[in-house]
């Protein structure tokens, strides 16, 4: 079993969530049941696939009985993301056979690893779609209401869905994603997400901005800027235009960056994040996933000059030894992700650092995976995702190296890395203890609503009572009193 330590970004609490929205006005008569799994991207194209089918006249409902679409949006990342998926869709089955008219569909990286084969394999599915074909599925649900079986996994190079102004789902009207980029063109040599999504593309920088600015005059007060890769961000108004129709009415009167900055040229993600902080200073700006190889330092100095953009950054490592991020296709060596440690707590000295780990990735021997050990010793991380290396099957390391490491060798190394992560993330919390923090307040606590719970600037979830003087979305200054070792809990102080 994966064990993950709890954080937005791939949040375990979410998985299989099923989204519902406000009805829009228009009606078809026609009720969508969708729930996600994986990363927050996953979740943040669910809000693109409910906007395209909201327009339609699509309502949706929390009760995949009450569905006449169902769909499942998928994760391939691990195996054991699919077999999940895999005995969901066998809950499903009562469902279609009460109601034989009912359309299921399997969106995301299983559909686009699997494609057509899904359909042979399960034989519940009409519809298979990819990640970037999602324009498509009105057509595609008229094709299968005609009794044919439906597929589109093409992959796109342009495709940022960026004219799409994606319908908030389950939100708490307080935080968002918005995502800036897709695909990936690292071939990391354990990762199958190259595959499922395709080359790497950036969103038009005015349409970032444009919904960033939307979302907070809307109330909202925390922006997480989503890709595989941020740091890889590039995007110039020459290279892709904004479609037609887009939501981009900014565009017009907006011929500079709001950061001054001239918008004919090339923006990277630096000049995106100071953009975005410029939206306003009461709105947070959050983002993931940064790359070792490419985390610049003028992104660290964007982000330690602007308050309103979080301490806090993620920053997987994957492995501490070289040998085997040689093997990975990481690019960078265990010298050069210490230089880049070395480097964030030199510019921004009180920024939270999390990261991803994998044991038992091919060949790695108790040496090597010390070294993950001792790496972690050696940066303290806040927070960390760790897992079991799960061949998947097209990848580079499917094809070159052998999965020779026995399950209880990656189990025993895993459970060693958790121990030694929990050790961390309470040695972490413990030094909050008497300290302030800036808490953008969420709602109420999961176990009390005498409770008000709220993420710290460095991300920490913060519990402290409710004041009636202050309401979600509202900042609040909280002295720390106890943790747990996820957990802050303390009191308003003004
Ligand atoms: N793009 C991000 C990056 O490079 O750090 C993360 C992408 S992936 C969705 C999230 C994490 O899943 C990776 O950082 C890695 O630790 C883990 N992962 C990916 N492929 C894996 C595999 N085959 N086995 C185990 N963990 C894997
Ligand atoms: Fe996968 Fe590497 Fe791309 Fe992250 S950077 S999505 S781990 S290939």
Not at 248 to 259: F, G, I, M, N, R
Not at 366 to 382: A, F, L, P
Not at 448 to 458: A, V
């Amino acid at each position: 079993m994966d064990l993950l330590i709890p954080d937005k970004v791939h949040d375990e609490s979410r998985q299989g969530e099923a989204f519902v929205l406000e009805p829009v006005g228009k009606h078809n008569g026609r009720k969508l049941y969708i729930e996600s799994y994986g990363c927050a991207m996953n979740f943040s194209d669910s809000e693109i696939v409910a906007s395209i089918l909201a327009e339609k006249g699509f309502e949706t409902t929390s009760d995949f009985n009450n569905a006449d679409v169902i769909f499942i949006n998928t994760c391939s990342i691990r195996e054991n993301a699919e077999v999940r998926v895999r005995n969901r869709l066998k809950e499903f089955a009562g469902a279609k056979f009460r109601n034989p008219g009912m359309v299921i569909g399997v969106l995301g990286c299983m559909a686009e690893r699997l494609k057509a084969k899904f359909l042979e394999e399960e034989k519940l599915v009409d519809v298979v779609v990819g990640p970037d074909a999602y324009r498509d599925l009105p057509n595609l649900i008229e094709q299968v209401d005609s009794g044919q079986k439906a597929v589109n996994v093409l992959l796109s190079r342009e495709e940022t869905y960026a004219d799409i102004s994606p319908v908030r789902l389950n939100s708490n009207g307080i935080n968002a994603f918005v995502s800036i980029m897709r695909g990936c063109d690292n071939m990391c040599s354990f990762c199958v997400v190259p595959f499922t999504r395709g080359r790497e593309r950036s969103r038009d920088a005015y349409s970032v901005v444009a919904e960033c600015k939307d979302l907070f005059d809307k109330g909202y007060r925390e922006v997480t800027l989503l890709g595989q890769n941020v740091d890889s961000y590039k995007w110039s108004p020459t290279q892709q235009p904004s479609p037609e129709g887009s939501v981009l009415e900014t565009k017009a009167d907006q011929k500079v960056s709001p950061a001054g900055g001239d918008l004919e040229g090339a923006v990277n993600f630096a000049n995106l994040l100071e953009m975005v902080a410029l939206v306003s200073p009461e709105l947070r700006v959050r983002f993931s996933t940064s790359h070792p190889k490419d985390i610049t330092d003028e992104v660290l100095y964007t982000i330690a000059k602007y308050d309103n953009i979080c301490n806090y950054i993620h920053l997987p490592v994957q492995s501490g030894n070289s040998r085997i991020l040689d093997i990975m296709n990481r690019t960078y060596d265990r010298e050069w992700y210490m230089n880049r440690i070395d480097a964030i707590r030199r510019i921004i000295p009180n920024c939270a650092i999390s990261t991803d780990i994998i044991t038992g990735f091919c060949t790695e021997t108790n040496e090597e995976h010390n070294d993950s050990v001792t790496m972690m010793d050696y940066v303290k991380y806040d927070f960390a995702y760790m897992f079991k290396y799960s061949e998947r099957p097209g990848t580079l390391a499917a094809k070159r190296y052998e999965d020779d490491i026995p399950e209880e060798v990656k189990q025993r190394r895993l459970s060693q890395i958790v121990a030694k992560q929990q050790e961390y993330s309470f040695y972490r919390m413990q030094a909050r203890i008497g300290k302030i923090e800036k808490v953008l307040i969420e709602g109420f606590s999961k176990k009390s609503d005498k409770d008000y719970c709220g993420r710290s600037d460095q991300n920490a979830m913060v519990i402290f009572p409710v004041s009636e003087a202050y309401k979600p979305g509202q900042y609040v200054n909280v002295v720390v009193e106890r943790t747990t070792s996820a957990t802050l809990i303390g009191r308003i102080v003004d």
